[in-house]
């Protein structure tokens, strides 16, 4: 029988470290610039794009409504058409920004499921690249990641000020 289990002893950090009190996002959502600081690379009306600050791979974002708000059925009509709409523009600036072969999405939803933060909704968007998983996570419990949180801010940031949301 094959094993399917995704390790990602990486995220050590999160999984263990102090917590900050509120919620995460929230607590970028209200800052007032948008920078590396706060991870937020775009801003639409009613959802932010946040990148990861303990990714699967280098770009690991995530939509996220600005509303605070757990539950898929309870995002407004506008709330979900922007959230999936900027999924969707999230996929095409990373393809401009880092040309992965490939993406995982998804979303957990409350913490049975595995979601880290259950208490604001939020859709992971992850760059899958041909070898991008190995065995240095599962053998060395070290994870390479050869792009540093700043320049992948950056790449993303950029190709979200380039070109205006559709």
């Not at 209200?30 to 600081?37: Q, T």
């Not at 880290?116 to 994870?143: A, C, Q, S, Y």
Request: charged residues 25%.
């Amino acid at each position: 029988m094959e094993d399917n289990t995704i390790w990602a002893p990486w995220r050590a950090d999160f999984v263990f470290g102090e917590k900050e009190d509120g919620c995460v996002f929230c607590n970028r959502i209200g800052r007032d610039e948008d920078s590396v600081d706060n991870l937020i690379v775009h801003r639409g009306r009613l959802n932010v794009v946040i990148i990861n600050k303990y990714p699967y791979n280098p770009g690991h974002s995530m939509v996220v409504p600005i509303r605070h708000v757990g539950e898929l059925e309870d995002l407004t009509v506008e709330e979900a058409a922007e959230f999936f709409e900027l999924t969707r523009l999230t996929v095409r600036m990373m393809r401009q920004a880092y040309h992965p072969r490939s993406f995982n999405l998804g979303m957990n939803i409350g913490r049975e499921s595995g979601a880290g933060i259950p208490e604001h909704l939020h859709m992971h968007v992850v760059p899958r690249w041909v070898g991008d998983t190995n065995f240095m996570p599962v053998v060395g419990k070290t994870k390479i990641m050869s792009v540093p949180l700043d320049r992948v801010y950056d790449l993303l940031r950029r190709e979200f000020t380039k070109e205006p949301a559709k």
